[in-house]
């Protein structure tokens, strides 16, 4: 089993907090998430995390016009720059401040960045031939609070500024004769948005308390003058050509006397409109802060997010009100238009929603939504195309591995969700729930459509079910019981009654009609549920069991306790075989207020979740830490450790004492240092004492291997986070031999010994190799071959086919391959199915999928091809009818058919051309 696992996508949570980005093709949008960002592809439906990781969450994004570079932000002034081609980081910079906004000019050329109350103008990467991508052009004073917005004009000539001291300032990107700073006021709270008009200087400013300022410019971008400087100054200064001087602030803002007396034709701003919001909400709609702004300068349509979920689509200069919706109660954070103007995209931190909406037909293009709380668990469907995750919210969702989107919510349950799992089909989906209900969901038809519960109310703390589907299981915190239902019939079947203790897991054995139950009171039972004889066998642990699992044939259980203990029993003999120390792997880490070490806070975390790889020989275990561990099963050792995060946001990430954040009364954040408030109680939010603050603590809720044993999920405080094997890795030879090389394996293919040049390709194992190979075979020798194969290469084989089809565009050829090897290897392969049972689930997952895919694209090529020949009937009645009623002629008739048959062709020509983009 390889161990090559790498970071493949990020689920559960499509947006934190941030600005969004449109791709300058309008089709992806990029949206940070957490301290990494997410790419939403609109047009063929898929979500791509970059393993691109900040040093802290993300909180401004600026992409450069032509697509292949954006800078990312943290929330220390860490900037990252990164490649959108190659999906990695080309280099880091610190602003060692907050930023608000960063923005690329139009040109590329150029971006601004605003730090604290400065403007910082910076040259843009890969423009110029520097060591350093970095390269600082000019620093703009002015403000005197922090900036908060910043947009270019069309021609990058000039930028604006909005600020928190509520004053708007407009400056020339280059040195202007009749343009260094201009500011305008007029507004009485910080400014939310402002932006130029398309081609113009023309202004409009947007505060936060609902105003909006219309301003115009008496002069154009045309009629900006490149400064001259006298002669004197350029002989002090000299700049060697092609290079820009960095300027001081002196320089750059003011000037002399005598240059300000030269500056006759200075330019000037005069507000010609103000609007208030007001208005639009209605006089009965409560005050509500503008916490959002965009506007498409081509469309002149202005939108705006306010703080109760509320957004307003205007058209400018004019101010004309085009359509007043609400995404939810939350506070809208993010607005962005794409370069067509017709879809817009929205970001909820609060909820962690993210929207793309069609303004113009009032239709959404995405709606997706993560669990705006801590997930607790989740489950693969038996094909490997699905996920279940629960979450602290009472929801149950249902993500596909694919694509990366959710595209079901059951919010049934009044509670938090301890317990998802399915049934052996695929098509069932239960949930365990603290509100004392377990909830049946069917993925047909997207409904509950059965509900267990329990004679008296109780929680439940986990969930199973038999591998049939016929008994539904779960365990309840307070009764220490566990309760028995008929699947088909609802009805409770039986109460098992003898733990003394909360009941904190529950397995069913895949091969067995046993039912193995952990508990706190320091104990597995072993129930022989279809009998009713009670627990078989007590299994006595040496602490608090906190997980319990069947290995996938059965033979055998995983338990994991709170002493940091995995050990593994024999069901049958209720005897222990192994045990792993696992204490020193969970990792040290401590949390900000803490007054002890990493190494003594390691003494209370324990393993919280532990499942077996689909082979069986590992098992992947994570708790409360950023790391999740593979152990083997056969050697009790350790084979690898995942670093899940390296969020500083998050508490519990530092493993030993940072000295920088220590002072004279103790740690930094046990000290409140805003002057002239009282010290607040602990966990509360300074100046506002209604509120609770609290860093989230990094930890591993759930891990759950793959049923094609190429990935593995973990719920985490970051969200779904999916591993995958790495497809790079090409070269794994198998019994390798001196003789056995590429040419030589192609010479025999060219004799005809197929069958030979297959398996020497096989022992080679390099995909490209084997595909030439395969796909040189005539197909009547594909049953001969398949008959003589030895088992280990109708394993090899049978884990390539299933791989090949999720990529191939030749699937009848490898679907024949796939019949043959089920059916003349098929006795023999069920023997050994546990073995090859991954190869065996991606066969079918693939294959599934490819079914649906294709039974879509007939339906779709159906539909139109109806669609065509009604419409080519309709045209022909229509031609018939209008020739018999003028009277025409027997050689006009013929013209005008001639002509309708034209019309008909390139009627046809047209919409042959879209169903052939479609195939």
Same mark, same amino acid.
């Not at 002015?142 to 500024?161: H, I, K, M, Q, R």
């Given at each position: 089993?390889?161990?090559?696992?790498?970071?493949?996508?990020?689920?559960?949570?499509?947006?934190?907090?941030?600005?969004?980005?449109?791709?300058?093709?309008?089709?992806?949008?990029?949206?940070?998430?957490?301290?990494?960002?997410?790419?939403?592809?609109?047009?063929?439906?898929?979500?791509?995390?970059?393993?691109?990781?900040?040093?802290?969450?993300?909180?401004?994004?600026?992409?450069?016009?032509?697509?292949?570079?954006?800078?990312?932000?943290?929330?220390?002034?860490?900037?990252? *720059?990164?490649?959108?081609?190659?999906?990695?980081?080309?280099?880091?910079?610190?602003?060692? =401040?907050?930023?608000?906004?960063?923005?690329?000019?139009? $040109?590329?050329?150029?971006?601004?960045?605003?730090?604290?109350?400065?403007?910082?103008?910076?040259?843009?990467?890969?423009?110029?031939?520097?060591?350093?991508?970095?390269?600082?052009?000019?620093?703009?004073?002015?403000?005197?609070?922090?900036?908060?917005?910043?947009?270019?004009?069309? +021609?990058?000539? =000039?930028?604006?500024?909005?600020?928190?001291?509520?004053?708007?300032?407009?400056?020339?990107?280059?040195?202007?004769?009749?343009?260094?700073?201009?500011?305008?006021?007029?507004?009485?709270?910080?400014?939310?948005?402002?932006?130029?008009?398309?081609?113009?200087?023309?202004?409009?400013?947007?505060? =936060?308390?609902?105003?909006?300022?219309?301003?115009?410019?008496?002069?154009?971008?045309?009629?900006?003058?490149?400064?001259?400087?006298? %002669?004197?100054?350029?002989?002090?200064?000299?700049?060697?050509?092609?290079?820009?001087?960095?300027?001081?602030?002196?320089?750059?803002?003011?000037?002399?006397?005598?240059?300000?007396?030269?500056?006759?034709?200075?330019?000037?701003?005069?507000?010609?409109?103000?609007?208030?919001?007001?208005?639009?909400?209605?006089?009965?709609?409560?005050?509500?802060?503008?916490?959002?702004?965009?506007?498409?300068?081509?469309?002149?349509?202005?939108?705006?997010?306010?703080?109760?979920?509320?957004?307003?689509?205007?058209?400018?200069?004019?101010?004309?009100?085009?359509?007043?919706?609400?995404?939810?109660? @939350?506070?809208?954070?993010?607005?962005?238009?794409?370069?067509?103007?017709?879809?817009?995209?929205? #970001?909820?931190?609060?909820?962690? @929603?993210?929207?793309?909406?069609?303004?113009?037909?009032?239709?959404?293009?995405?709606?997706?939504?993560?669990?705006?709380?801590?997930?607790?668990?989740?489950?693969?469907?038996?094909?490997?195309?699905?996920?279940?995750?629960?979450? +602290? %919210?009472?929801?149950?969702?249902?993500?596909?591995?694919?694509?990366?989107?959710?595209?079901?919510?059951?919010?049934?349950?009044?509670? &938090?969700?301890?317990?998802?799992?399915?049934?052996?089909?695929?098509?069932?989906? *239960?949930?365990?729930?603290? %509100?004392?209900?377990?909830?049946?969901?069917?993925?047909?038809?997207?409904?509950?459509?059965?509900?267990?519960?329990?004679?008296?109310?109780?929680?439940?703390?986990?969930?199973?079910?038999?591998?049939?589907?016929?008994?539904?299981?779960? #365990?309840?915190?307070?009764?220490?019981?566990?309760?028995?239902?008929?699947?088909?019939?609802?009805?409770?079947?039986?109460?098992?009654?003898?733990?003394?203790?909360?009941?904190?897991?529950?397995?069913?054995?895949?091969?067995?009609?046993?039912?193995?139950?952990?508990?706190?009171?320091?104990?597995?039972?072993?129930?022989?549920?279809?009998?009713?004889?009670?627990?078989?066998?007590?299994?006595?642990?040496?602490?608090?069991?906190?997980?319990?699992?069947?290995?996938?044939?059965? #033979?055998?259980?995983?338990?994991?306790?709170?002493?940091?203990?995995?050990?593994?029993?024999?069901?049958?003999?209720?005897?222990?075989? #192994?045990?792993?120390?696992?204490?020193?792997?969970?990792?040290?880490?401590?949390?900000?207020?803490?007054?002890?070490?990493?190494?003594?806070?390691?003494?209370?975390?324990?393993?919280?979740?532990?499942?077996?790889?689909?082979?069986?020989?590992?098992?992947?275990?994570?708790?409360?830490?950023?790391?999740?561990?593979?152990?083997?099963?056969?050697?009790?050792?350790?084979?690898?450790?995942?670093?899940?995060?390296?969020?500083?946001?998050? $508490?519990?990430?530092?493993?030993?004492?940072?000295?920088?954040?220590?002072?004279?009364?103790?740690?930094?954040?046990?000290?409140?240092?805003?002057?002239?408030? $009282?010290?607040?109680?602990?966990?509360?939010?300074?100046?506002?004492?209604? /509120?609770?603050?609290?860093?989230?603590?990094?930890?591993?809720?759930?891990? @759950?291997?793959?049923?094609?044993?190429?990935?593995? =999920? &973990?719920?985490?405080?970051?969200?779904?986070?999916?591993?995958?094997?790495?497809?790079?890795?090409?070269?794994?030879?198998?019994?390798?031999?001196?003789?056995?090389?590429?040419?030589?394996?192609? /010479?025999?293919?060219?004799?005809?010994?197929?069958?030979?040049?297959?398996?020497?390709?096989?022992?080679?194992?390099?995909?490209?190799?084997?595909?030439?190979?395969?796909?040189?075979?005539?197909?009547?020798?594909?049953?001969?071959?398949?008959?003589?194969?030895? +088992?280990?290469?109708? +394993?090899?084989?049978?884990?390539?086919? &299933?791989? &090949?089809?999720? /990529?191939?565009?030749?699937?009848?050829?490898?679907?024949?391959?796939?019949?043959?090897?089920?059916?003349?290897?098929?006795?023999?392969?069920? @023997?050994?199915?546990?073995?090859?049972?991954?190869? *065996?689930?991606?066969?079918?997952?693939?294959?599934?999928?490819?079914?649906?895919?294709?039974?879509?694209?007939?339906?779709?090529?159906?539909?139109?091809?109806?669609?065509?020949?009604? *419409?080519?009937?309709?045209?022909?009645?229509?031609?018939?009818?209008?020739?018999?009623?003028?009277?025409?002629?027997?050689?006009?008739?013929?013209?005008?058919?001639?002509?309708?048959?034209?019309?008909?062709?390139?009627?046809? %020509?047209?919409?042959?051309?879209?169903?052939?983009?479609?195939?």
């Amino acid at each position: 089993m390889k161990f090559a696992y790498k970071f493949s996508n990020l689920l559960g949570s499509v947006y934190r907090k941030g600005n969004l980005l449109f791709t300058p093709d309008g089709n992806s949008v990029l949206s940070p998430v957490g301290n990494r960002v997410t790419v939403f592809d609109l047009k063929n439906n898929r979500s791509e995390t970059l393993q691109i990781e900040g040093r802290m969450n993300i909180t401004c994004i600026a992409l450069s016009p032509d697509g292949c570079t954006f800078i990312a932000v943290c929330e220390d002034g860490e900037a990252l *720059l990164c490649s959108l081609v190659s999906r990695t980081v080309l280099h880091t910079y610190h602003f060692h =401040a907050p930023i608000h906004a960063v923005r690329f000019s139009p $040109d590329g050329r150029k971006f601004a960045v605003t730090r604290e109350s400065k403007v910082l103008v910076f040259h843009a990467p890969g423009k110029s031939r520097e060591y350093n991508p970095f390269v600082l052009y000019r620093t703009f004073y002015g403000p005197y609070d922090e900036t908060n917005c910043l947009d270019w004009t069309s +021609d990058s000539s =000039a930028f604006c500024v909005g600020s928190k001291d509520m004053n708007t300032r407009v400056y020339g990107a280059r040195r202007f004769s009749n343009l260094i700073v201009y500011s305008m006021s007029g507004h009485n709270d910080e400014i939310a948005g402002a932006y130029f008009e398309e081609n113009s200087l023309d202004l409009y400013t947007i505060s =936060a308390n609902g105003r909006l300022n219309v301003w115009e410019c008496d002069t154009d971008l045309d009629g900006l003058k490149p400064y001259e400087a006298p %002669d004197e100054e350029q002989k002090q200064v000299e700049v060697p050509e092609g290079e820009e001087s960095e300027e001081t602030p002196d320089k750059v803002v003011k000037m002399t006397k005598d240059e300000e007396a030269k500056m006759v034709d200075k330019i000037l701003y005069k507000r010609t409109a103000r609007h208030t919001y007001k208005e639009a909400r209605g006089e009965g709609a409560g005050f509500s802060k503008i916490t959002s702004t965009a506007f498409h300068k081509h469309t002149h349509i202005l939108v705006t997010g306010f703080q109760d979920g509320v957004f307003f689509l205007h058209e400018m200069p004019d101010f004309n009100l085009i359509h007043s919706l609400s995404i939810s109660d @939350q506070s809208i954070a993010s607005i962005e238009i794409n370069k067509s103007g017709d879809w817009i995209a929205f #970001g909820c931190g609060g909820l962690g @929603q993210l929207l793309v909406w069609e303004w113009q037909s009032e239709t959404y293009v995405l709606k997706q939504q993560g669990h705006y709380n801590n997930m607790n668990c989740v489950v693969y469907s038996p094909d490997g195309q699905h996920l279940a995750t629960g979450g +602290d %919210d009472g929801k149950v969702k249902v993500w596909n591995t694919s694509s990366g989107f959710c595209f079901v919510t059951f919010t049934e349950h009044l509670a &938090a969700i301890t317990g998802v799992i399915f049934n052996q089909k695929g098509q069932v989906v *239960l949930s365990s729930s603290l %509100d004392g209900t377990v909830r049946a969901f069917d993925l047909n038809r997207y409904r509950n459509f059965r509900t267990f519960t329990s004679p008296r109310p109780c929680q439940f703390s986990c969930l199973t079910i038999d591998p049939s589907g016929d008994i539904v299981c779960a #365990g309840a915190l307070d009764s220490f019981e566990i309760f028995v239902w008929s699947m088909q019939t609802g009805r409770l079947l039986e109460v098992l009654a003898g733990h003394e203790g909360p009941v904190s897991s529950l397995s069913f054995s895949p091969s067995q009609e046993l039912l193995a139950s952990g508990s706190w009171d320091k104990t597995v039972k072993l129930w022989d549920v279809f009998e009713n004889k009670g627990a078989r066998e007590t299994l006595n642990i040496m602490s608090d069991v906190l997980s319990v699992t069947f290995r996938p044939d059965g #033979g055998e259980l995983a338990v994991s306790s709170l002493n940091a203990q995995i050990s593994f029993w024999d069901p049958q003999l209720a005897k222990q075989v #192994g045990s792993i120390e696992g204490r020193h792997d969970i990792g040290y880490s401590r949390k900000e207020q803490e007054k002890i070490t990493a190494k003594k806070s390691a003494f209370g975390k324990a393993f919280n979740t532990v499942c077996y790889s689909a082979d069986g020989q590992c098992v992947l275990a994570a708790g409360r830490s950023k790391n999740v561990c593979i152990y083997s099963v056969a050697n009790q050792m350790l084979i690898k450790k995942f670093e899940i995060s390296c969020n500083m946001s998050f $508490d519990g990430m530092e493993e030993f004492l940072d000295r920088r954040k220590m002072t004279e009364f103790g740690s930094l954040a046990l000290v409140d240092t805003e002057e002239g408030k $009282d010290v607040s109680l602990p966990g509360v939010k300074k100046g506002d004492m209604s /509120s609770r603050h609290w860093k989230p603590e990094v930890r591993v809720s759930c891990v @759950q291997f793959s049923p094609t044993g190429r990935a593995w =999920a &973990a719920t985490t405080t970051e969200g779904l986070l999916i591993y995958s094997l790495d497809s790079t890795l090409v070269f794994d030879p198998f019994d390798l031999e001196m003789d056995i090389t590429p040419s030589n394996v192609k /010479s025999t293919l060219a004799k005809g010994e197929y069958s030979t040049a297959l398996m020497l390709s096989f022992r080679l194992n390099e995909q490209s190799l084997i595909q030439e190979v395969m796909e040189n075979i005539p197909i009547p020798d594909v049953e001969v071959i398949i008959n003589n194969l030895p +088992d280990i290469y109708v +394993d090899k084989l049978m884990a390539y086919v &299933a791989t &090949a089809i999720e /990529s191939t565009a030749h699937i009848e050829f490898y679907l024949i391959w796939a019949r043959q090897l089920l059916m003349q290897h098929g006795p023999r392969l069920k @023997q050994r199915s546990q073995s090859i049972m991954a190869a *065996l689930r991606l066969l079918q997952k693939n294959v599934t999928r490819k079914a649906e895919d294709l039974g879509k694209l007939c339906d779709h090529n159906k539909y139109s091809l109806q669609y065509l020949l009604s *419409l080519g009937r309709c045209k022909r009645k229509f031609v018939t009818q209008v020739g018999s009623d003028s009277g025409l002629d027997q050689e006009e008739e013929e013209g005008s058919s001639s002509e309708a048959e034209l019309a008909m062709e390139s009627l046809s %020509d047209s919409d042959s051309d879209l169903l052939m983009d479609n195939t």
